[in-house]
């Protein structure tokens, strides 16, 4: 089975800007969960999406924001981008996201956004 | 709330020696307890999670950890560390019924020949 894929692996973009990154789940696993990852502030938890519903957000500002389309794939969008936006932006998917025992989420490879 | 801290941002071990990483952790409920490792470059790998039952819990490349609930803590350990434990590892925690999990800081795990 293949596992979570996310494109692109690397992003250079200027102030401003805004972007789009884009995560296929694990084939049959319905919950996306985004996670942003810098030196200083660790792992942070965005969102989380299952059938095309946000349930769980984090505390980002709107500018972060994402959707599920029906196949299960997630996007986020970062509009008006800040130097502080750069970072790994992992993606995680679960099958149904309950975490009724405690869930296994599995993690992509990865975007790492520059922003100059 | 729930949070996860993470004693110690960088540990050292001769190869061989044992490995301990800790992580203590606050919840309001009983939690579910997860270690990652991130190698770099890539994205995290589950090492082992705790749900309920046996405290102990083995993982994945000689990894395991105890659930203290008394201590709250699930500290990972391992006998013999191996050039190819030298990563990144974090602890987190997070509660049923609401998919949201918080991590720790993270170790990064160096490995001396």
């Known amino acids: 089975k293949a596992g979570v894929t996310q494109t692109p692996r690397y992003l250079i973009k200027t102030r401003g800007q805004q972007v789009t990154l884009s995560c296929s789940p694990i084939s049959g696993h319905r919950s996306v969960s985004w996670y942003q990852q810098t030196p200083g502030q660790g792992l942070q938890f965005l969102f989380e999406?299952?059938?095309?519903?946000?349930?769980n957000k984090g505390n980002f500002p709107g500018r972060f924001s994402g959707r599920q389309f029906s196949n299960s794939r997630s996007e986020m969008n970062v509009s008006t981008l800040e130097l502080g936006d750069s970072a790994l932006y992992l993606c995680a998917s679960s099958l149904d996201g309950t975490g009724g025992a405690g869930e296994t989420q599995y993690f992509g490879p990865g975007t790492r956004l520059l922003v100059l | 709330a729930q949070s996860v801290t993470q004693l110690g941002s960088h540990v050292s071990v001769s190869e061989g020696a044992l490995v301990l990483l800790r992580c203590n952790y606050s919840s309001s409920v009983p939690p579910y307890l997860f270690w990652y490792v991130q190698y770099p470059n890539q994205g995290l790998q589950l090492l082992l999670k705790?749900?309920?039952?046996?405290?102990l819990v083995k993982g994945i490349n000689g990894f395991e950890a105890e659930f203290k609930k008394s201590e709250t803590s699930f500290h990972l350990t391992k006998p013999s560390a191996h050039m190819s434990d030298a990563a990144e590892y974090f602890c987190?925690?997070?509660?049923?019924?609401?998919?949201?999990?918080?991590f720790g800081a993270g170790t990064r795990l160096f490995v001396k020949a």
């Open positions: 705790y749900t309920t039952g046996a405290t």
């Open positions: 987190a925690v997070s509660e049923a019924g609401g998919f949201k999990t918080i």
């Open positions: 999406y299952f059938s095309e519903t946000q349930r």
